[in-house]
């Protein structure tokens, strides 16, 4: 395999956390389907994958600067109270925000105090060891 050549992949995955505990699953469900080299999945992951022929399975487990890195004090926003809505204003509450770049995400909020509310805008993953057990269902050269 060259650094050029390109796939299409679809496989199955669970997602645990350290504690092995599963974060998400498609184990049995419509596979997830990705073509390598246009960063539409964790790099780590996605060199991990490539090396696997059809059928093969195999457990990765990725450190947290290979997966979704530390989680960023700057990465929380704080927001005058009334900013939020009202319903979202409790901690572990997920909303809709625009980060700085302009786009749309989920964020949570983390805390409400008097005047302020604030929000993490770090991935749901960040700061956590990642294993993915995959099998690959099909992998073809573009």
Known sequence: MSDTEQYQISFEFSLSDEAGIVIDS???KQPMS???GLDEM???LEDELL???VGEEKSVILPVEKAYGEIKKEKFGHFPVAAIPEK?????????A???EGQDEMVEVVEVNDDSV???FNHPLAGMVLQFDVKIISKALL
């Open 88 to 96: 979202a204003r409790r901690p572990g509450h997920k909303i809709m």
């Open 51 to 53: 090396l696997l022929e």
């Open 26 to 28: 498609n184990v049995g």
């Open 42 to 44: 964790l790099p780590a």
């Open 34 to 36: 990705f073509k390598s």
């Open 98 to 100: 625009r980060t700085p």
């Open 118 to 120: 604030v929000v993490d």
